[in-house]
């Protein structure tokens, strides 16, 4: 016979006493040593064993004055901020089943709301169900990423690249209008030092975006330093570092889905300070949105006297932004401007007229492509611009009209230009706009580099065989005598046997073309290009053409034909 209650199991007559542990205390005694520790104790006290789970999440629960979410609902409104340990132990607790109402107002502080965000995640995951879901304020994140910003161009950041974000237009259930947007009467700019002062400030709808994790990584003396949060990288924080600990590039690339609501919020300023930034690429709706339109455009405009780069690439229609942008930002010392949209995003994000403004009032542009934005409004639009400093041009065929109509009033307009691109990505472009675009090249009395996107899956051949067929005479092509180089891209489509076929015939329309390159070629198109017939085809056809390259692969035209000739010879 033996026994076995507390004690070790021994014949009768040896009976022997064991110390009690936790796991077999009775549930008062268990309560009185709980009330003794601190919450990230319970928490992990919570996770030894089941029964552990139960007792000592629900106390957690009790002694923060938050309501049991075992009922069903989760609001812990009653302490402000709640406990760090909440949400982690919320998504552990056992006993919640499901949630009928979940309530939380997500903490400021990057680390720690994407701590939250990864919490509520996983915590979703495993509820049977959840009927009604609210999270604010999502105006948090906003403070937080602008004063993660902020404090990267106080340490001299001279590149800035943000990208994605691109259904943030899509997050408020009501737009503000766009004239809360400050214009340069709210704003004292000091060009000199880089600072700007605010005078007033408007108030906006709060953001609401649910974002993911956040990575951060840099590197500094050619050491790699990473510091991860969550588990997956939905959103992206790179920086390079100097020798000097200051950082010199940043980038922020973000994935997150999100849903609308629109609270208010007073939103943050950039500080008084000197920023060094150079180029910005600002690939997000989500900075030419509100709320954080207003901190793009103080922070461009107090880096104003520095900044020569400016890089735009839009999803959604920004020409209420825009609008406010183009009148109110000025960088005088802008060299590179590129204003596009995303390759399936409809066009226009900007009206025309706003871009034109813009471009009126930067004058020292040297480089400049514009894709996706309003086009001018006729074919004898004169542009107000006067690019005395313009370089290269990339835009749509019908831009390269507007732009060569500055010869009209002023043979001598375009100093500068040397290249210029007719470009559209669309999967139904009418490249018979292209006609229009070189009937006007052929206008400029100096030397200029062509350069052709063919991103279109159809037609082109179509349109490339209407110019050989109409013949020398008649062709735009066979006027263009100062277009010395063409390029021609083409990332996209395999040129089928026709296409290929008829390339060389189109080449020998153009008078003057000395060299020709096919740029960014798919791999399939490639080895059709470079095939040795092929090449002496294009040389014997075009015999002022000097060279011919593919991708990286670089022909010399007159030693193909000098050896066709020795061939023949022999």
Known sequence: MSVSTHEAEVDIGEVVSVPATLPNLPNELLLLVIEHLDNDALLNLGLTCQRMNVIAFNHFFSANDIHNPGSGCFNPHGTTPPPVETLPILRRALFV??????DFALNIGIER???ELSDIRALTTRLQSMDVFNCLPMHRWYRSVTSLLDAVLEKGCTELHVSAGTKFSTLYANHIAVQELPGLTQLQVNLNQGRI??????????????LGRIRFSGRRQNQKHSRHVGDNNDVIVNTAMGNAGKVRTMSIVDKANSSPVAPEFQPAFPSSREIRLAEVYIHSDMLLQHPFSQWTLLTLNAASSTITKLSLKLVMEASPTWN??????????LQDFKFMNEFFSPPDVAAFVDVEDFLVNHPRITHLYLYG?????SSKAVPRPSFQNLITFDAHPTYTVWLMNSLISSPAALPSLQRNYNHRITWDFDYSLFDSGLEAIATFPR????????????????????HVRAGVEMTAVSRLVHTHTLSIYDSWSEYNAGMVAIIPDWLQLFPALKHLKFEREAQVNVAKLIEPQYVATISLLCQKLETMSVNRETFDLELVRKNLNSGADS
Not at 97 to 102: E, G, I, P
Not at 324 to 333: E, G, R, V
Not at 373 to 377: A, D, F, K, S
Request: charged letters at 20%.
């Open 324 to 333: 406010i942008f183009s009148a109110s930002l000025a960088l005088p010392l």
């Open 447 to 466: 030397s200029v580099v062509l350069a052709l996107t063919f991103n279109c899956r159809s037609d082109v051949e179509s349109w490339i065989r209407s």
């Open 197 to 210: 002062v605010v005078e007033k400030e408007s108030r906006f709808a709060r953001l609401r975006k649910q």
């Open 97 to 102: 089943t499901y949630l009928s109402y979940f």
């Open 373 to 377: 934005v309003g086009l001018p409004p």
């Open 113 to 115: 709301m994407f701590s």
